[in-house]
């Protein structure tokens, strides 16, 4: 097998692996781990998975494209081998059964039949006419936070917002959405699984969405699960029990985590990045640039799941044999100096943003325009309101890592909350 030298290391980050090495804890106690590959992306090359497992590292902005469009390609490799290592893990069987029914893992007619039944559901039209819902969400929190000295705007403005849009398009009912935040927590962990926690949230979430299904059938809503419920009815042949129950679950938890993740880490960039925020601050109009270049710098989504050949497939001059892995990491391929002029600059009025923040191809993210919104909305009111916000710690002290999501982002609102 041939394969392209890797450049040497950049000094920036002498003290991480040489490779792209997932399994080291580095990439979640590190906050500078993974940073090289950020600034300098570089040929095809051998890495490390979470698991340990080798895979072929894919940077490059055209070679990432090239990946996430490439048919032969696979969710899962050839063979047991994915429901091996998941069980090797400790995770139950039947939490590996439920994940084989969802969009992450579908491939080819599977894949786009369910995909194409949501699709509809969740087109951009739809998701631009609830921008009014969410600014109300953006605005009922603004009002919590301002008897607070010192929020966290994790705790008390993005994961709530989050939660709170993705659980009404959906018809989840507000009692659950506080465990759901807690399932979502641990399965956002997915890459490093603690059988513990993963599974019994896994079960959680799915009697949970079943217990919906079966409200919506007797009742339906204006929501999404009922819109799916009727899709089932009319022909179960197109959705399972099962595809439906992961479907829906899915989309919980990815429109909660993506969106928590992006207008934390873009209010903690914005404010490293002052001349860049006064330029939105005063031009309110280039929001939907500023969310789009800040997907495209903080990348809140790093890496998509493995995919793997079925036959060989040559990936940026290396030829990738059947069963092999390829690990694409969007975070470089939107820092490709190929592609993007000054890429480690954050500019808010950036125009030419072909950015790959929520992947491409047959599996580029659904909920991708309800996220734009979202963060869009929330960055605006959150600086319209309190346009003298600041950090209340050192921003050291939370930088985020690269594997691991902003846990907390405490902020002083005005001036004076510096003198309490």
Not at 36 to 44: D, E
Not at 122 to 131: D, E, G, H, K
Not at 326 to 340: G, S, T, W, Y
Not at 373 to 383: D, N, S, Y
Request: glycine letters at 6%.
């Amino acid at each position: 097998m041939t394969e392209t030298p890797a450049p040497e290391p950049s000094t920036a980050s002498d003290d991480l692996a040489s490779e792209f090495d997932l399994s080291d804890p580095k990439f979640i106690t590190d906050p500078k781990a993974g940073e090289r590959w950020l600034g300098s992306p570089r040929p095809v090359c051998r890495g490390k998975f979470a698991d340990g497992s080798d895979v072929w590292v894919v940077t490059g902005h055209h070679d990432v494209k090239t990946v996430l469009g490439e048919p032969t390609l696979r969710s899962r490799p050839p063979g047991d081998s994915h429901r091996e290592s998941m069980l090797s893990r400790g995770i139950p069987e039947d939490i590996v059964d439920m994940f084989d029914s969802t969009l992450l893992t579908m491939d080819g007619e599977d894949h786009m039949r369910v995909r194409r039944l949501v699709t509809r559901a969740l087109s951009a039209r739809r998701m631009l006419a609830l921008t009014p819902a969410v600014e109300r969400v953006a605005e009922r929190l603004l009002d919590g936070l301002a008897g607070k000295s010192e929020p966290d705007l994790i705790a008390d403005y993005a994961h709530p917002l989050a939660i709170i849009v993705i659980c009404e398009l959906l018809g989840v009912d507000e009692e659950y959405r506080e465990q759901w935040r807690e399932w979502s927590e641990a399965l956002a962990q997915a890459l490093r699984p603690n059988p513990e926690q993963f599974a019994p949230a896994v079960r959680g979430m799915a009697r949970v969405t079943r217990e919906l299904i079966a409200a919506r059938q007797a009742a339906p809503r204006d929501d999404l699960i009922s819109e799916l419920v009727q899709v089932h009815e009319e022909d179960s042949d197109r959705l399972t029990d099962d595809e439906l129950t992961a479907l829906a679950m899915v989309l919980v938890q990815a429109g909660h985590e993506t969106v928590r993740n992006l207008v934390a880490l873009g209010v903690f960039t914005l404010l490293q990045h002052p001349d860049q925020l006064e330029l939105l601050k005063e031009d309110p109009s280039l929001g939907s640039r500023a969310v789009a270049e800040l997907v495209r710098h903080t990348a809140p989504v790093k890496h998509t799941f493995r995919r793997f050949a079925t036959e060989p497939v040559d990936i940026g001059g290396v030829k990738v044999e059947p069963g092999e892995a390829i690990q694409v990491v969007l975070a470089a391929a939107n820092r490709d100096p190929e592609v993007f002029e000054e890429p480690g600059r954050l500019d808010v009025t950036r125009e030419q943003n072909p950015h790959l923040g929520f992947g491409r191809g047959a599996h580029y993210c659904l909920g991708a325009s309800l996220a734009l919104i979202e963060g869009e909305v929330a960055l605006t009111a959150l600086f319209k309101r309190f346009p003298d916000l600041s950090l209340a710690v050192d921003p050291q002290e939370i930088e985020p890592r690269y594997l691991l999501s902003m846990q907390r982002l405490p902020v002083r609102l005005s001036p004076e909350d510096e003198l309490r």
